[in-house]
């Protein structure tokens, strides 16, 4: 076994939680100066942010005509995201309190589309029309969850927030406009924003150096590539997930943690 993937694995794994760290911790506060419920800020921001290794992971698998791999990772990455990481946060810290009516048709949600997933692969085939329709809910089951939890007047103050920012940030004087902005909350949002990026940044590169690492492992140990896939790739997309979850339930905000696992799953 190379020890050069053994030190990538470790390394990996420091990036990973320091990163969901900035990530958790930016995200909400965002919700705070968005006026956003948390929940909203789990469905959509984080749980697109998280899914991002099993989109890369999949896109090239498939791109690299192993089709396998491709489908094998999101199956395996929606279980563990379910089974692993709820059951880790439920046994560290003493179960996940949330209320039950914010989840009820996001769960639903989730599984009508686990079913959709399976009646269309049932001929192992996953056609162009499909996926862009897999693409066009996707998209529409976000606008819908956004118009039900966010007022429509904040939108405006979201967006004025942003342009002041970006002009303050750019041109380095004051930014005039006809309302009264406050230039230290655009700041603060502007600041929130980058370490959003910035924590995003190192949960997938830290991600990706876990997933390489433990395929040259695993391939070491003699594994297929489909349990790979399944097991090891899929564990290993899921650890953004896993780490921003935990984080959350941690610092005390059980909605981000599961918000962010359905939306996940959905986005997987």
């Known amino acids: 076994m190379n020890p ?6 470790a390394f990996g794994l420091a990036v990973l939680l320091k990163g969901s760290d900035l990530f958790v911790e930016s995200a909400s506060r965002l919700a705070r100066f968005l006026r956003m419920p948390p929940l909203v800020i789990g469905l959509t921001i984080v749980a697109i942010g998280t899914s991002l290794p ?15 791999i491709a489908v094998g990772n999101v199956i395996g990455s929606n279980i563990a995201n ?47 029309r499909q996926g ?22 904040k939108l405006f103050d979201f967006r004025t927030y ?26 603060s949002c502007f600041r929130q ?7 995003l940044a190192g949960v997938t590169y830290g991600a990706q150096l876990l997933v390489d690492a433990a395929k040259g492992i695993a391939l070491a140990l003699g594994v297929s590539a489909e349990i790979i896939a399944v097991t090891v790739i899929a564990v290993g997309t899921s650890l953004p997930e896993a780490s921003v979850s935990i984080t959350a339930i941690r610092k005390k905000l059980p909605e981000i943690a599961l918000g962010n696992i359905i939306g996940s799953n959905i986005a997987n």
Not at 93 to 109: E, H, L, P, T, Y
Not at 132 to 153: Q, S
């Open 4 to 9: 050069l993937d053994l030190a990538s694995f």
């Open 82 to 128: 379910i089974l692993l990481i709820l059951g880790v946060s439920g046994l560290l810290f003493n179960g996940v309190n949330a209320q039950k009516k914010v989840f009820q048709k996001d769960c639903f949600i989730m599984f009508a589309v686990t079913v959709l997933f399976y009646i269309s692969m049932m001929d192992g085939i996953l056609s162009p």
């Open 54 to 68: 099993e989109l890369a992971t999949s896109v090239v698998a498939s791109l690299q005509n192993s089709p396998s």
């Open 132 to 153: 862009l329709f897999f693409l066009l809910l996707f998209f529409l089951y976000t606008l819908i969850r956004l118009k039900m939890r966010f007022e429509f007047r």
């Open 162 to 187: 942003l342009h002041a920012a970006y002009h303050f940030n750019h041109r380095g004087h004051h930014f005039q406009t006809k309302l009264v902005l406050d230039r230290k909350l655009a700041s």
């Open 193 to 199: 924003f980058s370490l959003l990026v910035i924590g």
